[in-house]
């Protein structure tokens, strides 16, 4: 359901006209005049599944409409009772569903929406506002003081998806990149779902959190999570993936990472975290080495990376990958 509100969420106080295009179609679907301060809702069951729309909004200038709010991505957003914000894009005929965490940013989001729209396969975007820092309100997908209340919420909203499309949770796909490659790590491996595709995650999650730097967002968020700065708050912290990876049960998912091979990611995090798959004796798990050397740069390779291996599960193609 889409709720449009011109005053709460524009500061719009007079006449308006809400202006809906569909971008595959290349036609107008809506031009919807409000009278100052009215409110619409609009139902995203009558329009196209793909869902590839925007709007703008308009009022009036000299006896004609004009463009008040330009043109922006109409967004199915919807939220479990649990309070669990998401998008779904559903694939008629498909069998696969692919889930999409978000990375940190200072406006929680949704990432990856134009990369895998046209994909054969449902899709799932899950945001993350539900920390307490004001910069990021980032909770890792976790939650609050060692909870994991956010976790266990998350786990129930793609639980009662994948029934209601009655697809099997090894045909599910956990992408994510940086903050959303922890979380699509952590939440497929306890979902037992059958890929998983993270791009430069973090594992030893005290680690990186705990940053010394006055600038940094990072320490409020460890504290969210865990409740504390010091050194049992961080080994608490980094100790959250290897549990729940030590915990798994096969089949395991087809893991591949992908990273930057200079990004320090790479060294920090990708690398132990091998080690303990390692040690868990999981299979199915392989890197795909970038030639980069910042995190920045995952924005540049991981989108055809995330591209191209969805396309090739969803055809049910094997593809090669560097160890």
């Known amino acids: 359901?889409?709720?449009?509100?011109?005053?709460?969420?524009?500061?719009?106080?007079?006449?308006?006209?809400?202006?809906?295009?569909?971008?595959?179609?290349?036609?107008?679907?809506?031009?919807?005049?409000?009278?100052?301060?009215?409110?619409?809702?609009?139902?995203?069951?009558?329009?196209?599944?793909?869902?590839?729309?925007?709007?703008?909004?308009?009022?009036?200038?000299?006896?004609r409409w004009v463009d008040r709010v330009?043109?922006?991505?109409?967004?199915?957003?919807?939220?479990?009772?649990?309070?669990?914000?998401?998008?779904?894009?559903?694939?008629?005929?498909?069998?696969?569903?692919?889930?999409?965490f978000q990375a940190i940013n200072r406006k929680p989001g949704y990432n990856y929406i134009k990369t895998l729209s046209g994909v054969h396969a449902n899709r799932l975007y899950i945001?993350?506002?539900?920390?307490?820092?004001e910069a990021t309100r980032s909770s890792y997908y976790l939650g609050k003081g060692r909870s994991f209340d956010i976790a266990?919420?998350?786990?129930?909203?793609?639980?009662e998806l994948t029934s209601s499309l009655k697809i099997d949770r090894h045909d599910c796909i956990f992408a994510g990149s940086s903050k959303g490659g922890f979380a699509a790590l952590y939440h497929g491996y306890r979902f037992g779902a059958g890929h998983i595709l993270p791009?430069?995650?973090?594992?030893?999650?005290?680690?990186?959190?705990?940053?010394?730097?006055?600038?940094?967002v990072h320490p409020p968020i460890l504290n969210h999570i865990v409740g504390g700065l010091d050194d049992e708050s961080v080994d608490w912290a980094n100790r959250i993936l290897q549990k729940?990876?030590?915990?798994?049960?096969?089949?395991?998912?087809?893991?591949?990472?992908?990273?930057?091979?200079?990004?320090?990611?790479?060294?920090?995090?990708?690398?132990?975290?091998?080690?303990?798959?390692?040690?868990?004796k999981i299979p199915n798990v392989t890197v795909d080495l970038g030639d980069y050397s910042t995190h920045?740069?995952?924005?540049?390779?991981?989108?055809?990376?995330?591209?191209?291996?969805?396309?090739?599960?969803v055809r049910g193609v094997n593809y090669s990958v560097a160890c």
């Open 127 to 133: 945001k993350d506002e539900y920390g307490g820092d």
């Open 244 to 280: 729940v990876i030590l915990s798994a049960m096969a089949p395991y998912p087809h893991t591949e990472i992908h990273v930057g091979h200079r990004e320090p990611h790479y060294q920090e995090h990708v690398l132990p975290f091998l080690e303990i798959v390692k040690k868990a």
């Open 296 to 313: 920045a740069e995952l924005a540049t390779h991981y989108p055809g990376f995330l591209r191209a291996r969805v396309e090739s599960i």
């Open 70 to 100: 330009n043109y922006a991505r109409l967004l199915p957003e919807s939220e479990t009772k649990d309070g669990i914000k998401y998008l779904f894009y559903p694939r008629k005929g498909s069998d696969k569903l692919v889930v999409v």
């Open 199 to 216: 791009g430069g995650p973090q594992v030893l999650l005290g680690n990186f959190l705990n940053s010394q730097s006055e600038e940094s």
């Open 1 to 63: 359901m889409f709720r449009f509100r011109p005053l709460q969420d524009y500061s719009i106080n007079e006449p308006t006209r809400l202006v809906i295009y569909d971008n595959r179609a290349n036609t107008f679907v809506l031009k919807e005049e409000l009278r100052a301060g009215e409110e619409f809702c609009l139902s995203f069951e009558g329009l196209d599944e793909h869902l590839d729309y925007n709007f703008k909004i308009q009022t009036k200038s000299g006896g």
């Open 152 to 159: 266990d919420k998350v786990q129930r909203l793609i639980a």
